[in-house]
Structures are given as C-alpha cells and as structure tokens.
C-alpha cells in the first residue's frame, strides 16, 4: 500500500495550488482522507477530511480558502488551495483512515513541500 502525494511548490501570496493523493494497493473509496500540514517547529494540524461518503470537514483556518475532492475512479483525493497564505508554508501529507476526527490512520504518504513566498 501506497499513498504519494504531489503538486506541492512555490507559488505567490494569493496563488493557488492542487495537491494530489494517489493510492495504489489499497482501495480509496473505504476510507476517510485527511490532508495535513506541518511547519518546521510546529505541531501537524489537520486542514481538510473528506469521508467516504464524501462529506467533508475543514478547520476555521483554511474554511473557505481550500476545497477537498475525492475521485475514486483514480483512487486520488485532491487538494485544491487558493488564496494562499505565507503561513500555509508546510509539508502536507495525507492519510488514509476509516472515519474523519478519529485520529487513526492505516497509511500515510511522504508529504509534498509547499512555499508561499514572493
């Protein structure tokens, strides 16, 4: 099982980005995907879950600005960022796991570096 996450780069204050979390040996649409960030020297924060069912939660500080989407005919979950922050500067990693909130996961992928800088 595998998840690899891409799309992460460079863009401006105010870009966009979509990241993308691909699986292969394992099949999406059971589970529940969670995007996540982290900063150098801070704790992970969870900015996105879409469930199976394909409900879907965010927190107050990416609400509005980022768009989770699942296609599980490709077994990928997108990741769509707009109005992009320095602060969103982090690795996001996602992770596959049977409920969102439950805060166990069975995989996760190695993470895409994403700079917001002018």
Not at 31 to 51: D, H, K, L, N
Request: proline share 3%.
């Amino acid at each position: 099982v595998q998840l690899v996450e891409s799309g992460g780069g460079l863009v401006q204050p105010g870009g966009s980005l979509r990241l993308s979390c691909a699986g292969s040996g394992v099949t999406f649409n059971y589970y529940a995907i969670t995007w996540f960030r982290q900063a150098p020297g801070q704790e992970r924060e969870g900015v996105s879950c879409i469930s199976s069912d394909g409900t879907t939660y965010y927190p107050d500080s990416v609400k509005g600005r980022f768009t989770i989407s699942r296609d599980n005919a490709k077994n990928t979950v997108y990741l769509q960022m707009n109005s992009l922050k320095a602060e969103d500067k982090a690795v996001y990693y996602c992770a596959a796991g049977r409920v969102c909130g439950s805060g166990l996961y069975d995989y996760w992928g190695q993470g895409t570096p994403v700079t917001v800088s002018s």
